[in-house]
């Protein structure tokens, strides 16, 4: 190949590389396989051989591939010793850190000036460039010797391979530190992909960092998100600045990247600001931070201040309270929800996470305890997600205490005893008897409402007190309370008392749509129930349908069958069905099959509409009633209205109606016509 094609074929190559690695890394939607991707990899290595005096190598994608595995990392001994910073968890102690730092320097006069960052929550590593060439990486360590991982950092895009030339030329020897991290989304979508293999998870993003560094084989490395920011200097030689402030600048010129949240801080307040602020937006940043730093800005003074005990005087983290913290499970214990779900709880010993004592942490249902596989007695770690609700990310297996055993879902219900059911396709495991004291107040509640039977005045709060006073324990209850009952109750009138023993009574004839979804079966909403009395007609017809049955209705699938079928087969649902026929309730039936007469019906494609007040019906049954029977119920009176039902004290649209010539009816008349009384 010719220089200039082959200049130009590496340019194309460079830029596809790059392109896949954004696909593969950023994007998580690779487009090529491995294979494809080495090939053309190494197409371009070939070529950078091939015309090695021609092109510049120091930033080809070839320099960031990874090498063959090693057998062990080599020792590198750091040029100037990396230290750790003191810590502070308040904002009196970064006033308290400025006092000391001004006392030590015999100037308590002069303000301070500092610079403020937030503390990434990853893996310190430090590089060093000899004339602007990256030559070596380690870790930490112990902070005098780490471990060379040069290799790894090099499959990071955000490592520089060599210093940009600025405005200020590359030293000769420069050691620069940072932070390597993993972004939050990058870190669940690799655990996520863990998962999907069948690999463990990482507990958190800094686990997932540090486990990416440490792998003897960069090519796993160069396969993980990992990002870098740059915010310390070691040693130098040929370069000097006056202040951090400065050497961040200059970091930026040479192509370092620096995070964008530093800020210069004139004075202490400045600092405690500062904290608030970051701390304030810490969960919005797409990166965990564990804190803030705050540096003495001048270098001079850095240097007089020196160090204490391996931490820097002139330097201060202000942690911020721990999202994760490592406790003991109690036990597990089952607790049953309002909608009879069975939620597994983890009792905890209690902890302290994110400036809260967390005691106890859900664990949702019984495929999230399979997958973290927790047990009593396991030590966990738990953390509140969103800095709320705790959770438990992971157990430490190997604190796990001998003989634990895998957590099994209770067969019955913990609350009243009845057998649980699990629906296909829900993770949840439920109680159904519609009496369990768990969910009776629910149950009651949604039975009373206005889709359903209807009870004026019977709201969430009498329904809590009623059954608090043991005067209900399941929604047939309330038609044997008598008027006593009520008024013995808190701030309850007679009259109100009165109308409450009322609207229980009106109740009594719901149409059966109303009924059946009064009952509150899982599945079975207002559509639902009106398909079901569509095919059955009668109450006992839908008792006695068998799962396939339901199932061959129109509209109603497998998994709504399978949930109406088990309601039914619920004894204690049974007794309660029963207890409310003996009380009187008897829904409107039909015979089974049969549709409503809608075509002989008076009311078929007929425009109602009413006013004042009715003698016996409500305007809800009412409307029921015309819109059963395929009429159509409106409200305000046009040429089109059919007909208006007048009540007692009708004004204006019983005006109108007369001036429209349309007819108006009485409740009997509209009742007469309907077909019924
Ligand atoms: S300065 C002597 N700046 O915090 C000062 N450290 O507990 C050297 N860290 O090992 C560190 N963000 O891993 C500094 N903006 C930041 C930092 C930061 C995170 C980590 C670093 C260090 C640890 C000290």
Redesign the pocket.
Same mark, same amino acid.
């Given at each position: 190949m010719e220089k200039e094609a082959a200049l130009k074929r590496i340019r194309e190559l460079r830029d596809l590389i790059e392109y896949h690695n954004r696909q593969y890394y950023q994007l998580d939607a690779p487009e090529i396989s491995d294979a494809e991707y080495d090939r053309i990899l190494n197409e371009l290595r070939d070529l950078e051989r091939k015309w090695a005096g021609y092109v510049d190598i120091s930033d080809s994608p070839t320099q960031r591939i990874g090498a063959p595995p090693l057998e062990k990392f080599n020792s590198v001994t750091h040029l100037t010793p990396? =230290?750790? =910073?003191s810590?502070a968890f308040s904002e009196e102690e970064i006033i308290e850190f400025d006092s000391r730092i001004k006392r030590l320097l015999g100037n308590n006069a002069e303000t301070i000036d500092f610079v403020a960052?937030?503390? !990434?929550?990853? &893996? @310190?590593i430090n590089l060093i460039y000899e004339k602007g060439v990256l030559t070596v990486g380690a870790t $930490?360590g112990d902070g005098f010797v780490g471990e060379d991982v040069t290799r790894n950092l090099k499959t990071i895009r955000n490592v520089p391979l060599r210093m940009k030339e600025g405005r200020r030329p590359a030293p000769s020897r420069i050691e620069i $530190?940072g932070?390597v991290y993993i972004r939050t989304e990058d870190f669940k979508r690799l655990n996520k992909r863990r998962e999907e293999r069948g690999e463990p998870l990482f507990a958190n993003p800094r686990n997932a960092a540090a486990g990416s560094l440490r792998q003897l084989d960069s090519r796993i490395t160069r396969r993980r998100p990992l990002d870098i /920011?740059f /915010? @310390?200097l070691g040693d130098s030689e040929g370069v000097s600045f006056a202040t951090h402030w400065e050497f961040l600048q200059a970091l930026h010129e040479w192509g370092f990247r620096t995070?964008e949240h !530093?800020k210069q801080a004139p004075d202490a307040n400045a600092c405690v600001e500062y904290y608030r602020d970051i701390m304030e937006r810490r969960l919005t940043l797409p990166y965990e931070i564990d804190g803030v &730093?705050i540096?003495v800005n001048s270098l001079e003074l850095q240097d007089r201040l020196g160090s204490i005990s391996r931490?820097?005087r002139w @330097?201060l @983290?202000c942690k911020f309270p721990a999202t994760q913290e490592t406790t003991v499970v109690k036990k597990i214990e089952v607790s049953v929800g309002r909608t009879g779900a069975l939620t597994p709880i983890a009792y905890l010993e209690p902890v302290r996470v994110g400036g809260v004592v967390v005691s106890r942490a859900s664990l949702h249902n019984i495929d999230e305890i399979r997958k973290k596989d927790v047990r009593d007695g396991d030590t966990v770690i738990v953390q509140r997600a969103g800095d709320v609700i705790p959770e438990i990310v992971k157990v430490i297996e190997s604190k796990r205490p001998h003989g634990a055993g895998e957590f099994e879902m209770p067969e019955t219900c913990p609350v009243c005893g009845s057998r649980v059911v699990r629906l296909e396709g829900e993770s949840a495991f439920r109680c159904i008897d519609i009496a369990c004291p768990a969910q009776v107040k629910e149950n009651i509640r949604h039975f009373a409402s206005r889709g359903a039977m209807d009870i004026e005045g019977l709201g969430e709060k009498l329904t809590s007190a009623l059954v608090d006073n043991n005067l209900i324990r399941d929604p047939a209850d309330l038609y044997y309370l008598d008027k006593g009952d009520l008024v013995g109750m808190e701030r309850m009138a007679e009259k109100s008392a009165s109308n409450i023993m009322a609207a229980i009574e009106n109740s009594k004839r719901p149409s059966l749509e109303k009924f059946i979804y009064a009952l509150g079966i899982r599945h079975v909403g207002e559509h639902v129930a009106r398909l079901l009395v569509k095919r059955c007609g009668t109450l006992d017809a839908m008792m006695a349908a068998s799962e396939e049955e339901l199932g061959n209705i129109e509209g109603i699938g497998p998994i709504i069958a399978r949930s109406i079928s088990q309601f039914f087969r619920e004894p204690r649902n049974v007794e309660v069905i029963e207890k409310l026929r003996k009380a009187g309730v008897r829904p409107v039936e039909r015979e089974p099959g049969k549709e409503p007469a809608k075509a002989e019906s008076a009311l078929q494609g007929k425009k109602f509409v009413f006013t004042g007040r009715l003698d016996t019906l409500k305007r809800e049954q009412a409307k029921e009633i015309v819109e059963s029977l395929g009429g159509e119920f409106t409200d305000s009176v046009t040429k089109k209205t059919d007909f208006v039902v007048a009540g007692e004290e009708a004004g204006s649209k019983l005006e109108k109606a007369r001036s429209l010539g349309i007819p108006v009816l009485t409740e009997k008349e509209f009742l007469e016509m309907a077909g019924g009384g």
């Amino acid at each position: 190949m010719e220089k200039e094609a082959a200049l130009k074929r590496i340019r194309e190559l460079r830029d596809l590389i790059e392109y896949h690695n954004r696909q593969y890394y950023q994007l998580d939607a690779p487009e090529i396989s491995d294979a494809e991707y080495d090939r053309i990899l190494n197409e371009l290595r070939d070529l950078e051989r091939k015309w090695a005096g021609y092109v510049d190598i120091s930033d080809s994608p070839t320099q960031r591939i990874g090498a063959p595995p090693l057998e062990k990392f080599n020792s590198v001994t750091h040029l100037t010793p990396m =230290l750790s =910073l003191s810590n502070a968890f308040s904002e009196e102690e970064i006033i308290e850190f400025d006092s000391r730092i001004k006392r030590l320097l015999g100037n308590n006069a002069e303000t301070i000036d500092f610079v403020a960052e937030p503390k !990434i929550d990853g &893996v @310190a590593i430090n590089l060093i460039y000899e004339k602007g060439v990256l030559t070596v990486g380690a870790t $930490r360590g112990d902070g005098f010797v780490g471990e060379d991982v040069t290799r790894n950092l090099k499959t990071i895009r955000n490592v520089p391979l060599r210093m940009k030339e600025g405005r200020r030329p590359a030293p000769s020897r420069i050691e620069i $530190r940072g932070e390597v991290y993993i972004r939050t989304e990058d870190f669940k979508r690799l655990n996520k992909r863990r998962e999907e293999r069948g690999e463990p998870l990482f507990a958190n993003p800094r686990n997932a960092a540090a486990g990416s560094l440490r792998q003897l084989d960069s090519r796993i490395t160069r396969r993980r998100p990992l990002d870098i /920011y740059f /915010y @310390a200097l070691g040693d130098s030689e040929g370069v000097s600045f006056a202040t951090h402030w400065e050497f961040l600048q200059a970091l930026h010129e040479w192509g370092f990247r620096t995070n964008e949240h !530093i800020k210069q801080a004139p004075d202490a307040n400045a600092c405690v600001e500062y904290y608030r602020d970051i701390m304030e937006r810490r969960l919005t940043l797409p990166y965990e931070i564990d804190g803030v &730093v705050i540096k003495v800005n001048s270098l001079e003074l850095q240097d007089r201040l020196g160090s204490i005990s391996r931490s820097p005087r002139w @330097a201060l @983290a202000c942690k911020f309270p721990a999202t994760q913290e490592t406790t003991v499970v109690k036990k597990i214990e089952v607790s049953v929800g309002r909608t009879g779900a069975l939620t597994p709880i983890a009792y905890l010993e209690p902890v302290r996470v994110g400036g809260v004592v967390v005691s106890r942490a859900s664990l949702h249902n019984i495929d999230e305890i399979r997958k973290k596989d927790v047990r009593d007695g396991d030590t966990v770690i738990v953390q509140r997600a969103g800095d709320v609700i705790p959770e438990i990310v992971k157990v430490i297996e190997s604190k796990r205490p001998h003989g634990a055993g895998e957590f099994e879902m209770p067969e019955t219900c913990p609350v009243c005893g009845s057998r649980v059911v699990r629906l296909e396709g829900e993770s949840a495991f439920r109680c159904i008897d519609i009496a369990c004291p768990a969910q009776v107040k629910e149950n009651i509640r949604h039975f009373a409402s206005r889709g359903a039977m209807d009870i004026e005045g019977l709201g969430e709060k009498l329904t809590s007190a009623l059954v608090d006073n043991n005067l209900i324990r399941d929604p047939a209850d309330l038609y044997y309370l008598d008027k006593g009952d009520l008024v013995g109750m808190e701030r309850m009138a007679e009259k109100s008392a009165s109308n409450i023993m009322a609207a229980i009574e009106n109740s009594k004839r719901p149409s059966l749509e109303k009924f059946i979804y009064a009952l509150g079966i899982r599945h079975v909403g207002e559509h639902v129930a009106r398909l079901l009395v569509k095919r059955c007609g009668t109450l006992d017809a839908m008792m006695a349908a068998s799962e396939e049955e339901l199932g061959n209705i129109e509209g109603i699938g497998p998994i709504i069958a399978r949930s109406i079928s088990q309601f039914f087969r619920e004894p204690r649902n049974v007794e309660v069905i029963e207890k409310l026929r003996k009380a009187g309730v008897r829904p409107v039936e039909r015979e089974p099959g049969k549709e409503p007469a809608k075509a002989e019906s008076a009311l078929q494609g007929k425009k109602f509409v009413f006013t004042g007040r009715l003698d016996t019906l409500k305007r809800e049954q009412a409307k029921e009633i015309v819109e059963s029977l395929g009429g159509e119920f409106t409200d305000s009176v046009t040429k089109k209205t059919d007909f208006v039902v007048a009540g007692e004290e009708a004004g204006s649209k019983l005006e109108k109606a007369r001036s429209l010539g349309i007819p108006v009816l009485t409740e009997k008349e509209f009742l007469e016509m309907a077909g019924g009384g």
